[in-house]
């Protein structure tokens, strides 16, 4: 499918002017790289005369994870490689240049790979996620001062509770006392884990593969939380249909091999149904409140896997209810759309 040209603003030329000596705004392309679950869009510049390419993040500076953005990158560029590194940034305008990363992310990568590669590929990110959770986030302003906390945990299962269960299905009548109670036990065990630098949003669509090295992307969320919580983001990440039961077992054993802090099987579980509860909250968000309806289709996933991991004994059993009932619900509709 042929890419929209896109048409930048005079501001802008005058911005990637100032930056880039390759670029001429009459001889160089720019198309559309994507657009997040946020108000940012991308665009690839490219120059096919030199053979050279950069990416336009456009964006409100006003946004609160603006500076964050900035200041991850500029503490944490020598320290670790997996960040694209900012060339340049504009806050009157909103816009910021940064390193084009090619579009190989690892859901593009294991859609056309064999069993063993997609192995081989999340072993390769692993590798690159125990590194990152070595991180000394003292160096980093930004990421040591932002705790995942009881606070944040009790707000990723209420943001659930509001866009996921009750927006989104109509449940508000399941989200009982025991659920209360259960919510504020999770949330509670799951500050009480050992924290390292986590990315807080670590899946397929933000991890990309350029020239054999693992990179990252959408990182202004980094901050101190459980070894477990971007782990879980990984194996439990519903845009992956191929991540079975087995195959997120065998990557679970391979990184607590590797990893600088010890992930328990309970540890993570419960990290698993905290990322998989703000998952389903945003995707709830997403497609009511910011028209990205494509955010609809991973609904039933993410609810299969949260009952899996909620299902076994000790078990969840007023989230599994919840679980149940907005399944029933996707059932009733007769599409794995919701």
């Known amino acids: 499918m042929k890419r929209e040209v896109v048409e930048l603003t005079p501001a802008q030329n005058g911005f990637l002017s100032g930056i880039l000596p390759w670029f001429n705004a009459r001889s160089c392309s720019v198309a559309c790289a994507g657009c997040a679950g946020s108000e940012r869009v991308f665009f690839r510049v490219a120059s096919p005369r030199v053979g050279e390419s950069a990416v336009l993040v456009v964006w409100n500076s006003g946004d609160k994870d603006w500076e964050r953005f900035i200041a991850i990158e500029r503490d944490l560029a020598g320290l670790v490689p997996f960040l694209p590194r900012i060339y340049a940034y504009d806050d009157k305008h909103g816009l910021i240049l940064e390193e084009d990363l090619g579009n190989q992310t690892l859901i593009r990568r294991c ?153 328990t099987a309970r540890s993570f579980r419960i990290c698993a149904v905290q990322r998989l509860m703000q998952a389903l909250g945003a995707y709830a968000n997403l497609s009511i409140h910011k028209g990205k309806e494509r955010y609809r289709d991973f609904v039933p996933v993410a609810l299969q896997r949260l009952k899996r991991i909620a299902a076994p004994k000790p078990s969840f059993p007023a989230l599994l209810n919840i679980v149940d009932a907005c399944l029933e619900a996707c059932g009733k509709t007769g599409t794995r759309r919701c």
């Not at 397929?204 to 959408?218: F, K, Q």
């Open 111 to 263: 859609r056309r790979a064999k069993g063993a590669d997609v192995l081989a590929a999340y072993r390769k990110v692993l590798d690159a996620l125990a590194e990152w959770q070595r991180v000394d986030t003292t160096r980093c302003a930004v990421i040591s001062g932002r705790d995942m906390d009881e606070e944040m945990f009790l707000w990723e299962s209420d943001y659930f509770a509001e866009h996921c269960v009750g927006e989104f299905f109509g449940l508000d009548a399941m989200l009982s006392a025991a659920w209360e109670r259960e919510r504020m036990e999770m949330a509670a065990e799951a500050a009480g884990f050992s924290k390292v630098c986590i990315h807080r949003d670590f899946q397929s669509e933000n991890i990309l593969l350029r020239r054999g090295a693992v990179r990252m992307v959408d990182y202004q969320g980094a901050r101190r939380g459980p070894a477990g919580y971007d782990l879980a983001s990984l194996l439990y990440d519903p845009y992956v249909a191929r991540l079975t039961p087995a195959v997120s077992a065998r990557l679970f054993e391979y990184f607590t091999s590797i990893a600088p802090v010890k992930v």
